[in-house]
T-cell receptor, first 111, second 112 residues
Framework: SQTIHQWPATLVQPVGSPLSLECTVE??????LYWYRQAAGRGLQLLFY??????ISSEVPQNLSASRPQDRQFILSSKKLLLSDSGFYLC??????????FGSGTRLTVV | RKEVEQDPGPFNVPEGATVAFNCTYS??????FFWYRQDCRKEPKLLMS???SGNEDGRFTAQLNRASQYISLLIRDSKLSDSATYLC?????????????FGAGTRLAVHP
């Protein structure tokens, strides 16, 4: 069966520090991968999506970047965190664009 | 105008009540529709898809009105465990990937 792993579950980082969140998928090949962010009291916002290795599309201009070094690995990064980067970050995958499954999320607090 | 709009609630209902949520979407070419459930501080999980003819899954009924561009979720005989935030989700078009557009969610609190 397909599973998605996301870590860490919670993270507290100072302003200006770097960030690296990792997401891996098991049990499927060539999935579409996504990074979403949910700010407190708001809906999920799509940040990046990837349809294959090295293929990254950004939905909104921001302080973050994403990379897909392997078929089932998706990484979200920042060189210098801002206070506004705080939120709940969710990785998701789908195959042929259906049946979205989310990871358990990382709650990031920038202080 | 937001692409997907929901009443944030909260809807406070007693156990056993029937409650309905509506959601409107702005893109008339939208392809697919879903309801997700999100528990506090957890990831969203698919509750049910919404089909043009309407569909039912136990106590849950989802309906789509393309002419008016809204979808609805009806929950009958509410349980305490139904307390959560319900997210309306729309796929705006068909392409090489599917991009889910989420509403901000409607919070439901079921009390004894």
């Amino acid at each position: 069966s397909q599973t998605i792993h996301q870590w860490p579950a919670t993270l507290v980082q100072p302003v200006g520090s770097p960030l690296s969140l990792e997401c891996t998928v098991e049990g499927t090949s060539n999935p579409n991968l996504y990074w979403y962010r949910q700010a407190a009291g708001r809906g999920l916002q799509l940040l990046f999506y990837s349809v294959g290795i090295g293929q990254i599309s950004s939905e909104v201009p921001q302080n973050l970047s994403a990379s897909r070094p392997q078929d089932r690995q998706f990484i979200l990064s920042s060189k210098k965190l801002l206070l506004s980067d705080s939120g709940f970050y969710l990785c998701a995958w789908s195959v042929e664009g259906y049946g979205y499954t989310f990871g358990s999320g990382t709650r990031l607090t920038v202080v | 105008r937001k692409e997907v709009e929901q009443d944030p609630g909260p809807f406070n209902v007693p156990e056993g009540a029937t409650v309905a949520f509506n959601c409107t979407y702005s893109n008339s070419a939208s392809q697919s529709f879903f309801w997700y459930r999100q528990d506090c501080r957890k990831e969203p999980k698919l509750l049910m898809s919404v089909y043009s003819s309407g569909n039912e899954d136990g106590r849950f009924t989802a309906q789509l009105n393309r002419a008016s561009q809204y979808i609805s979720l009806l929950i009958r005989d509410s349980k305490l465990s139904d307390s959560a935030t319900y997210l309306c989700v729309v796929i705006p078009f068909s392409g090489g990937y599917n991009k889910l557009i989420f509403g901000a969610g409607t919070r439901l609190a079921v009390h004894p």
